[in-house]
C-alpha cells in the first residue's frame, strides 16, 4: 500500500495538468449525475411488489374470496423470490399484492405474474389486471376538473377518454386513477307488467341486445380491378339505435325494446365520492409516478402536458385545478440539501481558517467538499441509487475533510520548517517536490488507515436487509462514496495544489485561540495522566449515565418528514351507505376548513371505479392542505394543530380517526399491510372470534401511554340480504336457477349486456328492472 500511495501522490506531483483535467471531469460527471440521479424527499422502503385487481360487480366479498382471490393464489404461491402474498376481498373486487424479496427485477417479478395469472380459471367475464409498477411514493401529482357549465358524468368521461390517456403518455408516469365523479352508461330500464304483456322474460332482453350490437365481416368482393372488404354494420351508436332493437314478433308484429323498456344515459352506481372545499361530487385524477424514476424529471414534463391540456385540448370552461404537487416538496428537500451542503462548506472554511490561519490551505481543504460530494454522485448513477434528504443531510463534512486537513497541515508544516531552517533561496521546484512527496507518502498511510476505519464501521449498515436496508443503506453507500472521492483528493488534488499555492511565505503563524487552548489544556492534561483512575472512574461514570439516560430517550424506525399537509382517515361503522358516509364527510371537511392554517380540504369517500384503493363506503380520506408555516397568523407547531383537531372531532362518537401524512400515510401501509405505523394482526379462519380478540388486543393497547390514533381494521364487513331459491316453488313454474338468478343480477344490481362506442370511447349498455 505504500509504494500504491507513493506511486499516486509522485504521478500527481509530475503531472498536475492531468490531476486538474481528471478533476474537471469529475465536476461535469458529476453535475451530470447529479442532475439524473432521482432526488426524493423520502425513501421509497419498499421491495419489489405485483399487485393484481380483480371486479366481480355485484358479488358479495365471501363469492369473490372464493372464486377469485383463492385461485390466484394458489397459482401465484408457487411464483418465484415470493415472501408474502396479502389479499383484500370486498364487494365486487378483489386486491392482491405479492411481495418479493428484496432486490428482485421487478420486470420479471411482473412476466412471470402475467404468465401465471393466464393459467387461473376464473368465472366468464371476469379479467384480472396486474397494475403498473408504483410504489408508494409515486403519487407525485393530484387534481380536480373544474367547470360551471359541465355535469360530474361530463367531467369523468372527460377524465377517463381524454385526460388520462395524456397524461399517461408523460414518460414516467405510470398509472394515472380517476376518482369520483359519474361514469357515463347506456341504460335500459324494462317494466316488468310490460314484460309479461308480451310474454317476456329479462333474458329475451338481454339476448335480443346482445344479438342485435354486433359486426360481422363478409370477407373481400371484387369488382372491376378494385376489391372490397364486406362488412356488416350492426352496432348501435345511439339511445335511438337501441329502442329499435327487436326483441321478438308477437303475430307478426315486432316488439320493439322502447316498447317494455325506458332507454336513456345514465350512471354507474357509485362506488366513491370525492368534495373539495364547499363543492360535492368532483373528479379527482392521481397521477402515481413510475417506481425507480426521477421526479424532478417527470414533474417538469406532468406540469407541461397540464398546460397544454388548459389551454388547447379542453373544451369550454373544463379546467385542471391542481391541489398537490411533488414540485414543492422536492424544491424545498433540494433547497435543504442544498443549504446544508453551503452551510457545511462554510463553517469548516471559517474554522479552517481560523486554525490554519491561512487561506491557501484553506481553499485547498474545502474545495474537497463539493468534489467530493460530486464524485459519490457519479457512483450514486453509476450504481442505479437514488438520493434523498436522509442520505445526503446525514454526511458528516468533517469526516470528509479530515484526510485533506491532515495532508495539508503535515505539508504545510514540513514547508514551513523547511524555509526556516534551509532557506527560501532553496525553494527550487525538484527540492519540493521531493519533500511533498515523501511527507505526503507518509501523511498519506495514516490517512488511507484513517479512512478503511470508517469504511469499516459502516459494513454492518452495508448489511441491512429490508426495510430497514433500503432506509439506511443509501446513507452508508452515499458516505462511502463520498469518502473515497475524498481519499482520492488528498493523495492527489491537495498535494498539487500545495505544491503551487505554498511558493512563498510559507511560515507557521500562532494563533492566539491555538495558543490560549494549549496554555490551558496541558495543566489539565498533567492532572488527569497524575490521576488515571479518578480520569477512568469519571468516563466510566458518565458511560453509565449515558446508558441509563438512553433508556428515556424516544426512538423511531422511520424518520418524519413535514411534507407540508396533513392527511386524516376516518373510519365509520362498516355497516353505512355511501351517501349517509358522505353526509358525515362533508361535516367532517367544514370542520377542518375552520382552522386559519388550512388552505384548503379535498375528501374522499368509498373507493374509486377501477378498485385500486381497496376499501369501503365507511372509509374517508381527507388531504387537508396547510399553508407554509412562516405564513400562519398563530404561534403554534403542527403538532399542536393536529392536537386541535383531534379536539374538534372528538365529539363524533363511532368514529376512528387517524392523522398522518400522504407519503407516509402510503409508505406504512406498504410496509406492514395496513393503514398506521404500527400494526397487530390477529390469525384464524373464524371471522367472528377474530373480531372478538381484535376488541381485546384494542383494550390493552390503549392503556399504553403515548399510543394514539388507536383503531381497529375488522374483517366483518356489510350486513347481507340473501335470496334464498325455493327448489320447488321454481320446479312449480317451470324455472331453473340459472335464469332465476339471472334474473336477480340484471332486475336489482343491473347487468352489462354489451358496449356502445361514441368515437374511440366506449360505455357499457346496461338492463336492469324500472
Known amino acids: 500500500m505504500n509504494k500504491f500511495i507513493k506511486g499516486l501522490i509522485g504521478f500527481s506531483l509530475r503531472h498536475p495538468y492531468v490531476v486538474f483535467f481528471i478533476t474537471a471531469l469529475v465536476v461535469v460527471a458529476g453535475a451530470v449525475s447529479f442532475y439524473y440521479t432521482p432526488v426524493e424527499a423520502y425513501p421509497d422502503v419498499t421491495n419489489t411488489e405485483v399487485v393484481i385487481i380483480t371486479q366481480w360487480p355485484g358479488r358479495s366479498a365471501e363469492e369473490v374470496e372464493r372464486f377469485i382471490s383463492i385461485p390466484i393464489e394458489t397459482e401465484m404461491n408457487s411464483i418465484s423470490r415470493k415472501t408474502v402474498i396479502r389479499s383484500i376481498n370486498l364487494f365486487g373486487l378483489s386486491f392482491i399484492k405479492i411481495v418479493f424479496e428484496d432486490g428482485t427485477d421487478n420486470f420479471n417479478a411482473r412476466m412471470e405474474a402475467a404468465q401465471k395469472l393466464a393459467n387461473v380459471n376464473l368465472p366468464d367475464g371476469v379479467d384480472p389486471e396486474v397494475q403498473p409498477p408504483t410504489g408508494p411514493t409515486g403519487e407525485i401529482y393530484r387534481f380536480t376538473l373544474t367547470s360551471k357549465t359541465k355535469s360530474a358524468t361530463e367531467l369523468k368521461t372527460l377524465e377517463d377518454w381524454v385526460i388520462e390517456k395524456n397524461l399517461k403518455a408523460v414518460p414516467g408516469v405510470g398509472d394515472v386513477v380517476s376518482f369520483g365523479g359519474k361514469v357515463k352508461t347506456y341504460e335500459v330500464a324494462v317494466t316488468p307488467p310490460l314484460l309479461a304483456k308480451y310474454g317476456l322474460t ?21 369488382e372491376g380491378q378494385q376489391a372490397f372488404v364486406v362488412r356488416g354494420i350492426g352496432i348501435v351508436k345511439n339511445v335511438a339505435d337501441i329502442e329499435k332493437i327487436i326483441i321478438k314478433n308477437v303475430n307478426g308484429v315486432p316488439v320493439l325494446v322502447r316498447n317494455i323498456a325506458n332507454v336513456q344515459t345514465s350512471n354507474l352506481p357509485q362506488l366513491g365520492i370525492v368534495g373539495r372545499d364547499d363543492h360535492d361530487d368532483v373528479v379527482e385524477g392521481i397521477v402515481l409516478m413510475r417506481k425507480g424514476e426521477n421526479p ?6 406532468l406540469e407541461a402536458k397540464v398546460d397544454y391540456l388548459n389551454t388547447t385540448v379542453l373544451p369550454g370552461d373544463v379546467k385542471i385545478k391542481v391541489f398537490y404537487d411533488r414540485t414543492e416538496l422536492n424544491e424545498h428537500t433540494l433547497h435543504t440539501v442544498g443549504e446544508n451542503v453551503i452551510m457545511g462548506i462554510t463553517l469548516v472554511t471559517i ?38 434528504l436522509l442520505s445526503i443531510g446525514a454526511i458528516d463534512f468533517g469526516i470528509i475533510i479530515d484526510g485533506a486537513v491532515v495532508m495539508v497541515e503535515g505539508l504545510f508544516v514540513m514547508l514551513a520548517h523547511w524555509a526556516e531552517h534551509e532557506g527560501m533561496e532553496n525553494f527550487n521546484k525538484r527540492a519540493k517536490l521531493s519533500k511533498i512527496l515523501h511527507t505526503g507518502t507518509e501523511m498519506g498511510k495514516s490517512i488511507f488507515t484513517s479512512k478503511l476505519i470508517i469504511v469499516t464501521a459502516l459494513i454492518p449498515i452495508f448489511s441491512f436487509q429490508k426495510v430497514e436496508g433500503k432506509l439506511f443503506s443509501p446513507l452508508a453507500f452515499t458516505l462511502g462514496f463520498a469518502l ?7 493523495l492527489t488534488l491537495v498535494p498539487v495544489l500545495s505544491s503551487i499555492l505554498l511558493r512563498k511565505n510559507v511560515r507557521e503563524r500562532h494563533n492566539p485561540l491555538i495558543e490560549f487552548l494549549n496554555r490551558n489544556y496541558a495543566p489539565l492534561l498533567d492532572k488527569v495522566m497524575g490521576h488515571p483512575r479518578r480520569a477512568m472512574g469519571g468516563a466510566l461514570i458518565a458511560l453509565l449515565l449515558g446508558l441509563g439516560a438512553f433508556h428515556f430517550v424516544g426512538t423511531e424506525f ?12 376516518a373510519s365509520m361503522p362498516l355497516s353505512i351507505s355511501l351517501e349517509d358516509s358522505y353526509h358525515f364527510t362533508k361535516q367532517f371537511r367544514q370542520d377542518f376548513e375552520q382552522f386559519p392554517e388550512v388552505r384548503g380540504v379535498i375528501s374522499q369517500t368509498g373507493r374509486p371505479n377501477d378498485g385500486t384503493d381497496a376499501t369501503g ?4 380520506e381527507f388531504f387537508v392542505d396547510l399553508y407554509p408555516a412562516d405564513q400562519w397568523k398563530r404561534d403554534i407547531t403542527k403538532d399542536q394543530l393536529i392536537a386541535e383537531m383531534q379536539a374538534k372531532l372528538a365529539h363524533y362518537r363511532g368514529v376512528d380517526f387517524n392523522f398522518s401524512q400522504p407519503i407516509s400515510d402510503n409508505v406504512e401501509e406498504a410496509v406492514s399491510g395496513v393503514k398506521g405505523s404500527m ?42 340480504l340473501h335470496i334464498t331459491l325455493d327448489p320447488d316453488k321454481m320446479a312449480q313454474f317451470g324455472v331453473d336457477a340459472a335464469d332465476a338468478n339471472a334474473v336477480i343480477e340484471m332486475a336489482i344490481g343491473g347487468k352489462a349486456v354489451s358496449q356502445v362506442f361514441e368515437g374511440e370511447r366506449k360505455f357499457d349498455l346496461r338492463l336492469r328492472y324500472d
Open 296 to 301: 424532478g424529471a417527470v414533474l417538469p414534463l
Open 351 to 388: 474554522v479552517l481558517l481560523i486554525f490554519l490561519a491561512d487561506w491557501r490551505t484553506t481553499v485547498t481543504v474545502a474545495m474537497v467538499i463539493p468534489l467530493a460530494l460530486l464524485f459519490a454522485f457519479i457512483l450514486m448513477r453509476w450504481k442505479g441509487m437514488t438520493a434523498n
Open 484 to 490: 473515497l472521492g475524498a481519499l482520492l483528493l488528498a
Open 558 to 569: 422511520l424518520p418524519h418528514l413535514n411534507e407540508g399537509s396533513i392527511y386524516v382517515r
Open 617 to 620: 363506503f365507511f372509509n374517508q
Open 679 to 720: 400494526a397487530v394482526k390477529v390469525y384464524g379462519d373464524d371471522l367472528n372470534f377474530l373480531d372478538k380478540k381484535a376488541d381485546e388486543v384494542y383494550a390493552q393497547l390503549n392503556k399504553v401511554k403515548g399510543i394514539e390514533d388507536l383503531g381497529i381494521f375488522r374483517n366483518l364487513g356489510q350486513p347481507e
Open 202 to 222: 329479462a333474458l329475451d332482453v338481454y339476448q335480443a341486445l346482445q344479438r342485435a350490437n354486433v359486426n360481422v365481416g363478409g370477407d373481400i368482393v371484387r
